[in-house]
Protein backbone atom coordinates (compact mmCIF):
# COMPACT_ATOMS: atom_id res chain seq x y z
CA UNK A 1 0.00 0.00 0.00
CA UNK A 2 1.10 3.28 -0.97
CA UNK A 3 1.91 6.22 1.20
CA UNK A 4 -1.09 8.19 -0.19
CA UNK A 5 -3.70 5.32 0.06
CA UNK A 6 -2.16 4.39 3.55
CA UNK A 7 -3.12 8.03 4.46
CA UNK A 8 -6.74 7.83 2.99
CA UNK A 9 -7.47 4.47 4.68
CA UNK A 10 -6.40 6.74 8.06
CA UNK A 11 -8.62 9.19 7.36
CA UNK A 12 -11.69 7.35 6.70
CA UNK A 13 -11.07 5.18 9.97
CA UNK A 14 -10.68 8.18 11.73
CA UNK A 15 -14.20 9.75 10.43
CA UNK A 16 -16.01 5.98 10.67
CA UNK A 17 -14.50 5.10 14.14
CA UNK A 18 -16.00 9.19 15.11
CA UNK A 19 -19.43 8.50 13.85
CA UNK A 20 -19.28 4.50 15.24
CA UNK A 21 -18.48 6.05 18.39
CA UNK A 22 -21.37 8.83 18.27
CA UNK A 23 -23.93 5.98 17.75
CA UNK A 24 -22.53 3.49 20.32
CA UNK A 25 -22.79 6.72 23.16
CA UNK A 26 -26.16 8.01 21.74
CA UNK A 27 -27.46 3.91 22.54
CA UNK A 28 -25.85 3.43 25.24
CA UNK A 29 -26.44 6.89 27.59
CA UNK A 30 -30.13 6.39 26.07
CA UNK A 31 -29.49 10.00 24.57
CA UNK A 32 -32.62 11.28 22.92
CA UNK A 33 -33.42 12.07 19.66
CA UNK A 34 -34.27 15.79 20.85
CA UNK A 35 -30.66 16.34 22.31
CA UNK A 36 -28.32 15.05 19.85
CA UNK A 37 -29.78 12.16 17.28
CA UNK A 38 -27.96 9.05 16.18
CA UNK A 39 -26.08 9.60 13.18
CA UNK A 40 -28.22 6.70 11.76
CA UNK A 41 -31.08 8.71 11.95
CA UNK A 42 -29.09 11.87 10.60
CA UNK A 43 -28.20 9.17 7.53
CA UNK A 44 -32.24 8.29 7.23
CA UNK A 45 -33.30 12.09 7.44
CA UNK A 46 -30.79 13.37 5.26
CA UNK A 47 -32.15 10.41 2.24
CA UNK A 48 -35.96 11.18 3.04
CA UNK A 49 -35.35 15.17 2.70
CA UNK A 50 -32.93 14.91 0.11
CA UNK A 51 -35.25 15.94 -3.12
CA UNK A 52 -36.91 18.82 -1.27
CA UNK A 53 -33.19 19.90 0.69
CA UNK A 54 -32.16 19.87 -3.43
CA UNK A 55 -33.22 23.72 -3.92
CA UNK A 56 -31.87 24.90 -0.57
CA UNK A 57 -28.36 23.23 -1.31
CA UNK A 58 -28.55 24.77 -4.85
CA UNK A 59 -29.49 28.14 -3.56
CA UNK A 60 -26.43 28.26 -0.82
CA UNK A 61 -23.97 27.17 -3.10
CA UNK A 62 -25.06 29.95 -5.61
CA UNK A 63 -24.55 32.64 -2.69
CA UNK A 64 -21.81 31.21 -1.23
CA UNK A 65 -19.85 31.29 -4.72
CA UNK A 66 -21.04 34.55 -5.98
CA UNK A 67 -19.74 36.07 -2.76
CA UNK A 68 -17.13 34.15 -2.69
CA UNK A 69 -16.12 35.12 -6.37
CA UNK A 70 -16.99 38.94 -4.93
CA UNK A 71 -14.59 39.02 -2.36
CA UNK A 72 -11.83 37.06 -4.23
CA UNK A 73 -12.04 40.13 -6.76
CA UNK A 74 -12.58 42.89 -4.60
CA UNK A 75 -9.27 40.82 -1.69
CA UNK A 76 -6.79 40.23 -5.07
CA UNK A 77 -7.36 43.79 -6.28
CA UNK A 78 -6.41 45.62 -2.39
CA UNK A 79 -3.64 43.01 -1.37
CA UNK A 80 -1.70 43.79 -4.43
CA UNK A 81 -2.91 47.56 -4.23
CA UNK A 82 -1.15 46.71 -0.57
CA UNK A 83 0.89 44.63 -1.16
CA UNK A 84 3.41 46.37 -3.83
CA UNK A 85 3.05 50.03 -1.72
CA UNK A 86 4.32 51.11 1.35
CA UNK A 87 1.91 54.03 1.30
CA UNK A 88 -1.13 51.99 0.56
CA UNK A 89 0.20 49.41 3.51
CA UNK A 90 0.45 51.88 5.97
CA UNK A 91 -3.09 53.81 5.23
CA UNK A 92 -5.62 51.08 4.44
CA UNK A 93 -4.30 48.02 7.04
CA UNK A 94 -6.17 49.71 9.90
CA UNK A 95 -9.19 50.22 8.13
CA UNK A 96 -8.65 46.67 6.71
CA UNK A 97 -7.61 45.33 10.53
CA UNK A 98 -11.06 47.29 11.97
CA UNK A 99 -13.22 45.91 9.39
CA UNK A 100 -12.40 42.49 10.15
CA UNK A 101 -12.30 42.74 13.71
CA UNK A 102 -16.51 43.66 13.52
CA UNK A 103 -18.43 40.61 13.91
CA UNK A 104 -20.25 39.44 10.71
CA UNK A 105 -23.40 38.86 12.15
CA UNK A 106 -23.78 42.55 13.23
CA UNK A 107 -23.43 43.74 9.49
CA UNK A 108 -26.51 41.50 8.29
CA UNK A 109 -29.28 43.62 9.50
CA UNK A 110 -27.62 46.07 7.57
CA UNK A 111 -27.16 44.32 4.75
CA UNK A 112 -31.30 43.47 5.41
CA UNK A 113 -32.20 47.53 6.02
CA UNK A 114 -30.41 48.03 2.58
CA UNK A 115 -31.29 45.36 0.27
CA UNK A 116 -33.98 43.63 1.92
CA UNK A 117 -34.18 39.99 2.93
CA UNK A 118 -33.24 37.01 0.54
CA UNK A 119 -30.41 36.02 -1.33
CA UNK A 120 -28.12 39.91 -1.57
CA UNK A 121 -27.56 39.42 2.43
CA UNK A 122 -26.34 36.08 1.84
CA UNK A 123 -23.96 37.50 -1.10
CA UNK A 124 -22.62 40.48 0.59
CA UNK A 125 -22.37 38.44 3.81
CA UNK A 126 -20.14 35.82 2.44
CA UNK A 127 -17.92 38.45 0.48
CA UNK A 128 -16.76 40.26 3.04
CA UNK A 129 -15.92 37.78 5.12
CA UNK A 130 -13.59 36.47 3.01
CA UNK A 131 -11.74 39.65 1.75
CA UNK A 132 -9.63 40.09 4.60
CA UNK A 133 -8.02 36.64 4.03
CA UNK A 134 -7.32 37.50 0.71
CA UNK A 135 -5.51 40.74 1.00
CA UNK A 136 -3.59 39.71 3.65
CA UNK A 137 -1.77 36.47 2.26
CA UNK A 138 -1.28 38.43 -1.30
CA UNK A 139 -0.03 41.64 0.58
CA UNK A 140 2.49 39.27 2.54
CA UNK A 141 3.41 37.61 -0.64
CA UNK A 142 4.16 40.13 -2.87
CA UNK A 143 6.46 41.40 0.28
CA UNK A 144 8.34 38.17 -0.04
CA UNK A 145 10.15 39.66 -3.11
CA UNK A 146 13.40 39.98 -2.58
CA UNK A 147 14.84 43.39 -2.22
CA UNK A 148 17.88 42.56 -4.18
CA UNK A 149 16.06 40.69 -6.99
CA UNK A 150 14.09 43.61 -7.64
CA UNK A 151 17.01 45.67 -7.83
CA UNK A 152 18.39 43.28 -10.49
CA UNK A 153 15.69 43.06 -12.46
CA UNK A 154 15.44 47.17 -12.13
CA UNK A 155 18.96 47.73 -13.37
CA UNK A 156 18.21 44.67 -16.47
CA UNK A 157 15.70 47.26 -17.45
CA UNK A 158 12.58 45.39 -16.24
CA UNK A 159 9.46 47.95 -15.05
CA UNK A 160 7.56 48.14 -11.92
CA UNK A 161 4.75 45.89 -13.89
CA UNK A 162 6.64 43.79 -15.89
CA UNK A 163 8.64 42.78 -11.86
CA UNK A 164 5.12 42.29 -10.42
CA UNK A 165 3.88 40.24 -13.37
CA UNK A 166 6.31 38.15 -14.10
CA UNK A 167 8.25 37.98 -10.53
CA UNK A 168 5.77 39.11 -7.72
CA UNK A 169 2.57 37.44 -8.60
CA UNK A 170 3.69 33.64 -9.59
CA UNK A 171 5.57 34.04 -5.96
CA UNK A 172 2.10 34.94 -4.18
CA UNK A 173 0.62 31.32 -5.98
CA UNK A 174 1.24 29.45 -2.87
CA UNK A 175 -0.13 32.07 -0.62
CA UNK A 176 -2.94 33.30 -2.74
CA UNK A 177 -4.49 29.65 -2.91
CA UNK A 178 -3.79 28.95 0.90
CA UNK A 179 -6.31 32.29 1.17
CA UNK A 180 -9.00 30.85 -1.36
CA UNK A 181 -8.91 27.40 1.24
CA UNK A 182 -9.47 29.72 3.63
CA UNK A 183 -11.85 32.35 2.27
CA UNK A 184 -14.44 29.66 0.82
CA UNK A 185 -15.20 27.65 4.35
CA UNK A 186 -15.44 31.34 5.73
CA UNK A 187 -17.97 31.94 2.49
CA UNK A 188 -20.26 28.98 3.48
CA UNK A 189 -20.27 30.81 7.34
CA UNK A 190 -21.51 34.07 5.92
CA UNK A 191 -24.35 32.83 3.43
CA UNK A 192 -25.47 30.35 6.14
CA UNK A 193 -25.30 32.86 8.79
CA UNK A 194 -27.17 35.35 6.53
CA UNK A 195 -29.81 32.48 5.57
CA UNK A 196 -30.69 32.14 9.13
CA UNK A 197 -31.24 35.64 9.72
CA UNK A 198 -32.71 37.18 5.98
CA UNK A 199 -33.99 34.25 4.56
CA UNK A 200 -36.89 31.68 3.19
CA UNK A 201 -34.18 29.65 1.12
CA UNK A 202 -30.95 27.90 1.27
CA UNK A 203 -29.58 25.40 4.59
CA UNK A 204 -29.34 28.13 6.90
CA UNK A 205 -32.95 28.96 6.55
CA UNK A 206 -34.01 24.98 6.83
CA UNK A 207 -31.68 24.61 9.73
CA UNK A 208 -33.31 27.29 11.22
CA UNK A 209 -36.69 26.27 10.60
CA UNK A 210 -36.17 22.57 11.51
CA UNK A 211 -34.72 23.88 14.81
CA UNK A 212 -38.07 25.96 15.49
CA UNK A 213 -39.71 22.55 14.83
CA UNK A 214 -37.62 20.61 17.09
CA UNK A 215 -36.31 18.54 13.80
CA UNK A 216 -32.88 18.22 15.50
CA UNK A 217 -32.21 15.23 13.08
CA UNK A 218 -32.77 17.40 9.99
CA UNK A 219 -30.61 20.22 11.64
CA UNK A 220 -27.80 17.61 11.94
CA UNK A 221 -28.60 16.69 8.19
CA UNK A 222 -27.71 20.36 7.39
CA UNK A 223 -24.89 20.65 9.22
CA UNK A 224 -23.34 17.10 7.35
CA UNK A 225 -24.16 18.55 4.09
CA UNK A 226 -22.22 22.15 4.36
CA UNK A 227 -19.45 19.94 5.92
CA UNK A 228 -19.56 18.02 2.27
CA UNK A 229 -19.86 20.45 0.49
CA UNK A 230 -17.05 22.66 2.33
CA UNK A 231 -14.56 19.63 1.86
CA UNK A 232 -15.66 19.04 -1.73
CA UNK A 233 -14.70 23.06 -2.59
CA UNK A 234 -11.49 22.85 0.17
CA UNK A 235 -10.42 19.85 -2.02
CA UNK A 236 -11.16 21.20 -5.33
CA UNK A 237 -8.65 24.33 -4.58
CA UNK A 238 -6.07 21.78 -3.08
CA UNK A 239 -6.26 20.26 -6.07
CA UNK A 240 -5.69 23.38 -8.49
CA UNK A 241 -2.96 24.49 -5.51
CA UNK A 242 -0.88 21.53 -6.39
CA UNK A 243 -1.02 21.73 -10.47
CA UNK A 244 -0.50 25.37 -10.27
CA UNK A 245 2.04 25.93 -7.59
CA UNK A 246 3.63 22.22 -7.88
CA UNK A 247 6.82 23.85 -7.14
CA UNK A 248 6.41 25.56 -4.35
CA UNK A 249 4.74 22.23 -2.65
CA UNK A 250 6.96 20.68 -0.07
CA UNK A 251 4.46 18.02 1.33
CA UNK A 252 1.04 17.01 1.85
CA UNK A 253 -1.45 19.18 1.65
CA UNK A 254 -2.34 20.93 5.37
CA UNK A 255 -5.69 18.57 4.81
CA UNK A 256 -3.76 15.56 4.70
CA UNK A 257 -1.31 16.35 7.68
Same mark, same amino acid.
Given at each position: ?93 ? +? ?143 ? +? ?17
Amino acid at each position: MTEKNRIRMLSFSLIFGFFLIWEVLCVLLDVSDLVLPRPSEILVTLWVKFPILVPHIAQTLYSTLTGFVLGVAIGTALGIMVGTSKVAYAVASP +LLVGFSSIPKVAVVPIFVLWFGSGTTPAILTAMVICVFPIVVNIATGLATTEPDLEDVLKTLGASKREILVNVGLPRTMPYFFAALKVAITLSFVGAVLSETVASNRGIGNVMMTASSNFQVSLVFAGLIILALLGVALYSLFSL +LERRVTGWATRGNDIAMS
